[in-house]
């Protein structure tokens, strides 16, 4: 299995962002040991629950999601000969729902990491993300096939 160039880049970059944005929640949290200010308003960045990137069961994927986004994925790992990995950063469980588009080549797989809002979500979901996973399978093994990132991919409801 072959990673891009372009996708360590990127994978890089993330990982600087992630720890930029996670040392600044721990200093706002840190405060200067004043009580904090009420308001009705929240201007608080999004609080990120699992910062081990490490999801003990993957998402299941689903097809019935609205408002769907393709997001970004940040790693993937060969599961068995037609089953790859897909590691990403996605909203509550509670309010959104994920699944995986893949198409196919002779010389790539491209995979869309897919968000999107339950049927069933509350009318209002925090800004919480969470690391998930999904298995995405393909119709041909993987072999020495490169893994790309699908940014436009067909079909997003």
């Known amino acids: 299995m072959r990673i891009g160039v372009f996708m360590r880049h990127r994978y890089a970059v993330r990982c600087v962002s992630a720890a930029a944005m996670a040392s600044a929640f721990v200093l706002t949290l840190s405060g200067c040991g004043s009580e904090p200010e009420s308001s009705s308003e929240s201007t608080a960045a999004p609080v ?31 599961v068995s000969e037609t089953s790859i ?5 996605v909203g509550s469980d509670r309010c959104y729902g994920t699944r995986a588009v893949v198409e196919e080549t002779d010389a790539t797989i491209a995979i ?3 968000e999107g809002l339950l049927p069933n979500a509350p009318e209002v979901c925090t800004e919480e993300a969470r690391g998930a996973s ?11 096939r490169e893994i790309i990132p699908l940014l436009d991919p067909q079909g997003l409801k």
Do not use: M, Y
């Open 85 to 89: 990995r897909v590691k990403f950063w």
């Open 48 to 78: 990120i629950t699992d910062s081990s990137f490490a999801p003990q069961v993957d998402d299941e994927p689903r097809d019935d999601l609205t408002n769907e986004r393709v997001v970004e994925w940040d790693d993937v790992e060969v």
């Open 134 to 144: 999904l298995v995405a399978e393909t119709k041909s093994p993987i072999g020495d």
């Open 112 to 114: 869309a990491a897919i």
